[in-house]
């Protein structure tokens, strides 16, 4: 039986093998997801904004791109995760509504993207593959037996990466 880990919006958890992480209703948000490819040890952050250096409060750390990623990568590290073999994967960053002059401040799907990125290269782990952008809300799930990640969209159907 496959532990079931379940992270909420603006939240991040990491495990050992045996286990799959899941986050539902990406939107805007992102989620990153990392894999140690070597102990199977997972996890995944639902990440909302791209950078507490705006905000005013900042004790969710799991809410923002450049925190949320790090302490991701320390909590997995405590657990026996080696840094030199986590892979990310991001899926989410949608544009969820349409607006008549989308400034830079309404393009939060694709600024949280850009951001987990930025953390993730300062932190030296490569993005292996991503599903982002688009219109459409995601639910994924992050296997540790393979670290593969299950992509489910409404109308788009599933897919893996």
């Known amino acids: 039986m496959?532990?079931?880990i379940k992270v909420g919006m603006a939240d991040l958890r990491s495990s050992k093998h045996p286990c799959i992480i899941t986050t539902l209703g990406l939107g805007s948000c992102v989620g990153v997801a990392l894999y140690d490819r070597q102990s199977k040890i997972s996890g995944l952050a639902h990440?909302?904004?791209p950078s507490s250096m705006q905000a005013k409060n900042v004790t969710n750390v799991a809410k923002f791109a450049d925190?949320?990623?790090?302490?991701?990568v320390n909590d997995m590290i405590k657990l026996g995760a080696n840094k030199k073999n986590i892979v990310a994967k991001l899926a989410g960053g949608a544009q969820m509504f349409s607006f008549e002059n989308p400034s830079?401040?309404?393009?939060i799907g694709e600024r949280n993207v850009l951001a987990s990125r930025e953390k993730l290269r300062e932190l030296d782990i490569p993005v292996v593959s991503a599903d982002t952008g688009g219109k459409h809300g995601?639910?994924?799930?992050?296997h540790s037996n393979d670290g593969k990640l299950v992509i489910r969209t409404i109308g788009h159907g599933i897919k893996e990466i």
């Open 67 to 72: 925190t949320a990623i790090e302490k991701l």
């Open 138 to 142: 995601r639910t994924i799930e992050l």
């Open 104 to 107: 830079e401040i309404m393009r």
């Open 47 to 49: 990440i909302m904004l």
């Open 2 to 4: 496959e532990n079931i």
